[in-house]
């Protein structure tokens, strides 16, 4: 899988053979007598399984998620799995899915590959949270995992995320020789499908209850939250997996003030009142915050449908709701994790070695800046969660795991889950909320006062789609131009620092120096200023799309600076967003 073929019309009648089922035939039929571009980008290459598993469009076709390409991906992992715990003749995995049209029958269809297989299959009896596969694949020791979902694409899409033991996404080298074996099963005639229903186990709420039971016991003021407990809280799953579950545990965390939207709670693949169902977006929220200014609530949560990732609206100083981005609320959690611990007496204010933190090398400095001041060590990793749990999974029984997050919303708190938790951070976002009003201040005025302590960081993305072959071709021309032609300022900054991350290697301007990246290779470019700006390139691993990151960042001494202050910071990116479009 993952091979470009420009004989697509050849690989489409290949998939009217008996190998397949009559409904897929027929489908294939229609893409072939109308030989229309959808033709071409269903069957112009095998859907690549990359190091996170697969996502795509769902359909009939080489490169669409369905059941043989589902099929296909499971028995190369299964077969993986079994040369890689060759002394355990009890092999079990765990599976799970989200509210997206086709997950549960995708689910399904994993589950009876992997009993085919000979392995017991832990399979959830309805929809549930990425963080509690997570949960799950340790509580039960099975030897993998995997989670049918598309995370917060459009509604067309689905996938099929890979889990390791130790409950994260796969990694180096298991992800470059899981995708060797998924390229062996090159037609579904060599996948197993008819799995001994015997071996597939149904799992459910007494889960739910031991994954609760572990979130519950990272909480850090109950007493506060019981004494507070009138704060009111708007939170929308926006169709998915969020709907039960975090309620629950905001129920258990000792909040009682909680108010749904009902049409959100409906678990609907379409995703009918959004137009995408990811919290990054503002119109994801609007219905969330339209329900808080009705019943005048203090703080809107937002989930994406895996429940892994989580958006945020507060009141600024005029009582308006403001979205917050994924680095302001990590810089939050930061903030808060560090300095309630320091009241708790669990850390102190200077020197903590044995604990540390983790972002990616795309999350905001202001982290570093918070975590570094109370002694605690944050560590700095690839874009992907899966490289925060690397670093957890290392240093294991050695040190103590605070959380780390990344700027595309996502967090995780403790060493239960390996993934980012959007449970959890509810949890916490709701809990930092009611210690903030305690001392006098809303989520919004914390936000301003670490901006005092450590500085106003502000960040910008660009995201750009480029769709089908077409769009592959140009994102890989667009980084060879960069790399080939470096900008030689940032908004009139002198560059003095350069991060390949394919290379490995990172080139000081001014010296012509040239030092090691001590990191897995990765399709990044970073360009530093003298000023400390920060413009990352990077294509997504997951879609068809470009990225770019802009950090800025400036000092103000009093919450009275920050407005013009953030001002000047908006220009100034405006003016990077204006010179990476040049190129």
């Known amino acids: 899988m993952g091979k470009t073929s420009v004989n697509y019309l050849e690989r489409a009648k290949s998939w ?6 009559m409904e897929t035939r ?10 229309t571009k959808e033709l071409e980008d269903a069957f112009y290459r095998n859907l690549e399984f990359g190091t996170g598993g697969l996502r795509g469009i769902m359909g009939a076709g080489t490169n669409r998620i369905n059941k043989y390409t589902i099929g296909m991906a499971t028995q190369g992992l299964a077969n993986y799995l079994k040369r890689s715990f060759p002394h355990n003749n009890e092999l079990s995995v765990a599976i799970s899915y989200d509210n997206r049209n086709l997950s549960s029958y995708f689910a399904g269809i994993t589950a009876d590959v992997f009993a085919a297989n000979g392995f017991d299959v832990f399979l959830f009896d309805s929809l549930r949270p990425t963080p509690e596969l997570s949960f799950t694949i340790r509580h039960f020791g099975c030897v993998a995992g995997v989670m049918i979902t598309a995370s917060h694409n459009p509604k067309e ?5 890979a889990y390791w033991e130790d409950g994260a996404q796969v990694t180096a080298p298991h992800d470059a020789n899981i995708i060797k074996e998924v390229l062996k099963i090159d037609n579904p005639s060599k996948v197993l499908f ?3 229903s015997i071996r597939i186990k149904k799992i459910g709420k007494d889960v739910d209850e031991l994954y609760l039971n ?4 990272l909480t850090l003021s109950k007493e506060l939250v019981l004494k507070e407990n009138s704060l009111k809280i708007v939170y929308t799953p926006l169709h998915g997996t969020g709907v039960n579950i975090v309620p ?14 009902p049409a959100q709670d409906v678990t609907d693949g379409n995703f009918p009142t959004v137009d995408s169902p990811n919290p990054e977006e503002p119109g994801a929220l609007k219905m969330a915050i339209e329900t808080a200014i009705e019943n005048d609530a203090d703080l809107v949560m937002a989930t994406d449908p895996d429940a892994d990732r989580i958006g945020i609206a507060v009141k600024d100083s005029s009582g308006n709701f403001v979205l917050l981005n994924g680095n302001q609320m990590a810089s939050i959690l930061t903030y808060y994790l560090l300095e309630r611990r320091v009241e708790l007496g669990m850390i102190n204010r200077g020197s903590n070695p044995e604990y540390y933190m983790v972002k990616t090398i795309v999350t905001s400095d202001l982290l570093k800046s918070i975590s570094e001041s109370y002694g605690v060590q944050m560590f700095d990793v690839l874009t992907g969660f899966k490289f925060i749990a690397e670093v957890v999974r290392e240093l294991e029984g050695e040190r103590v795991f605070i959380g780390g997050g990344e700027e595309s919303y996502g967090f995780n708190v403790g060493e239960f889950v390996r993934d980012k938790d959007a449970v959890i951070s509810c ?9 903030a009003r305690d001392k006098g201040m809303s989520l919004y005025d914390l936000l301003l006062s670490i901006y005092t302590k450590f500085g106003l960081y502000k960040e910008h993305l660009v995201s750009v789609t480029k769709k089908g072959k077409d769009g592959v071709e140009q994102i890989a021309k667009m980084m060879k131009s960069f790399r080939e032609t470096p900008p030689q300022s ?8 350069i991060h390949d991350y394919l290379s490995s290697e990172s080139i000081d301007m001014l010296s012509d120096l040239r030092y090691r990246i001590n990191l897995p290779k990765s399709d990044v470019l970073q360009f530093v200023s003298s000023d400390n700006t920060i413009v990352s390139v990077r294509p997504s691993g997951t879609e068809p799309k470009i990225k770019f990151y802009f950090g800025v960042k400036t000092e103000i001494a009093s919450v009275d600076e920050y407005l013009m202050a953030e001002e000047k910071l908006v220009a100034q990116i405006d003016k990077l967003v204006e010179q990476i479009n040049s190129y």
């Open 490 to 497: 940032l908004a009139g900054s002198p560059v003095v620092l």
């Open 26 to 35: 027929d489908q294939v039929q229609i893409l072939i007598n109308e030989n």
């Open 214 to 217: 572990a979130i519950l016991s």
């Open 248 to 261: 629950e545990a905001l129920k258990r965390s000792g909040f009682s003030n909680i108010i749904n939207v």
């Open 16 to 21: 009217l053979s008996d190998d397949f089922d």
């Open 427 to 435: 949890c916490l976002v709701a809990e930092a909320a009611v210690w």
């Open 157 to 161: 899409y689905n996938g099929y995320k």
């Open 194 to 196: 008819n799995g001994d």
